[in-house]
C-alpha cells in the first residue's frame, strides 16, 4: 500500500490556509509553529510538490496547493462524518451538532429548539453558530458546520434540503398611519422611499421583495437595517413601514411599540423554513428526527 500523507499533515495545512498565518494556525491546532511547518514540509516531500512558496516573510499557496486545500478540507470532512458515524450507530440523538442559523430566525426560535432537545434529548447538544445565509452554507461546505436552519429557497445543489414549515409576512405600520392607509393596501400608494429592508445579504430582504411583489424600487428606502429590531425602531419613528415575519411578532418583537400589523396584498405572501446539511453525511436520522422537532414548534406558534 502507497505510504498516504497523514491527516494531522492536512489538518495543518486547511488551517494555515484559513487563518493565512503560521502563529494562528499552530494555535488552532494546539500545536508549535515548528510543528506545523515541519508537517507540511513533510506532506510536501509526500505528495513531491511544493504546496507554499515562501521567503523570510511571507507565503503564498501554490496552485496545486489550493486544489490539495480544496481536497484535504473535503476529506477531513468525511473522515469526521465517519468517526460520527461509528460513534453514534443506534443512538442518532446523542452527541454535537453544530448548527448555523441566520438572524432573522435564530432569536425568535433557537432558544425554543434548544430547550426542546435539552429536555427530550439530553445527550444532545447543539453548539450554534448565527450568520448570513451566504456565510452559513460556504461554513457548511467546508465542514465547520453540521446543519443550517435558514429560510428557503436558498441554492442548496449539492446538499440535501428539509422544509419543516413556513413563516408568513405582515406588513407593519404606525397605528398613527394607518388613517391614511388604503384598505388594502396598494403598494403603489405608497409614497416613494417609505419601505424599509434589511441589507441585501439577509436573505429576507430577496424573500420579501418576493414574497409581497414589492416591484417597484422607487418605494424602498435606500437606507438598509442590520436587524429586524433596527426596522422596528425605524418604523417606530413613523418614518415608513416594512414586512416582519410572523415568527418575529410571535415572539414579541413590536412589544412596547406604537406599531400595528396589516395583511398584505393579494395571497398571503411567506417564507419557508428548512433544515440544509451536506449529502455526503452519514448523520441523516439525526438531522431528520430534529427537523420533526422544529416542525412541532413552528405548528405550535401557528
Request: proline residues 4%; aromatic residues 6%.
Amino acid at each position: 500500500m502507497k505510504h498516504l500523507p497523514s491527516l494531522k499533515n492536512l489538518f495543518y495545512l486547511v488551517n494555515l490556509h484559513q487563518e493565512k498565518n503560521f502563529n494562528r494556525a499552530a494555535k488552532i491546532c494546539y500545536v508549535s509553529q515548528s510543528t506545523l511547518s515541519s508537517g507540511i514540509q513533510n506532506l510536501e516531500e509526500q505528495l513531491g510538490h511544493q504546496l507554499i512558496e515562501r521567503d523570510h516573510k511571507s507565503f503564498i499557496f501554490t496552485a496545486i496547493g489550493e486544489e490539495v486545500v480544496l481536497r484535504s478540507r473535503k476529506l477531513l470532512t468525511d473522515v469526521d462524518d465517519l468517526v460520527e458515524l461509528v460513534k453514534h450507530q443506534g443512538e442518532p440523538m446523542t452527541g454535537e451538532i453544530r448548527l448555523g442559523c441566520i438572524p432573522t430566525i435564530a432569536p425568535f426560535l433557537l432558544s425554543r429548539v434548544v430547550q426542546h432537545c435539552k429536555n427530550v434529548y439530553p445527550d444532545l447538544t447543539l453548539l450554534l453558530k448565527e450568520d448570513t445565509t451566504d456565510r452559513l452554507v460556504d461554513a457548511l461546505g467546508k465542514g465547520e458546520l453540521d446543519l443550517l436552519l435558514l429560510a428557503l429557497p436558498v441554492d442548496t445543489s449539492g446538499y440535501h434540503s428539509m422544509k419543516v414549515g413556513i413563516d408568513p409576512f405582515k406588513m407593519v405600520v404606525h397605528q398613527g398611519l394607518t388613517n391614511v392607509l388604503s384598505e388594502p393596501v396598494n403598494y403603489k400608494d405608497l409614497p416613494d422611499e417609505s419601505i424599509f429592508l434589511l441589507q441585501a445579504e439577509h436573505c429576507i430582504t430577496g424573500h420579501a421583495v418576493s414574497a409581497c411583489q414589492l416591484g417597484e424600487s422607487s418605494k424602498i428606502n435606500p437606507f438598509a437595517a442590520t436587524s429586524l429590531h433596527t426596522l422596528v425602531q425605524m418604523v417606530d419613528c413613523k418614518l415608513g413601514t416594512t414586512f416582519l415575519p410572523q415568527m418575529a411578532i410571535d415572539a414579541g418583537i413590536l412589544n412596547d411599540t406604537g406599531l400595528v400589523t396589516i395583511d398584505p396584498l393579494g395571497d398571503t405572501p411567506y417564507r419557508d423554513i428548512g433544515l440544509v446539511w451536506r449529502q455526503t453525511s452519514s448523520r441523516i436520522v439525526t438531522f431528520r428526527t430534529l427537523g420533526l422537532e422544529v416542525q412541532k414548534l413552528l405548528q405550535q406558534l401557528e
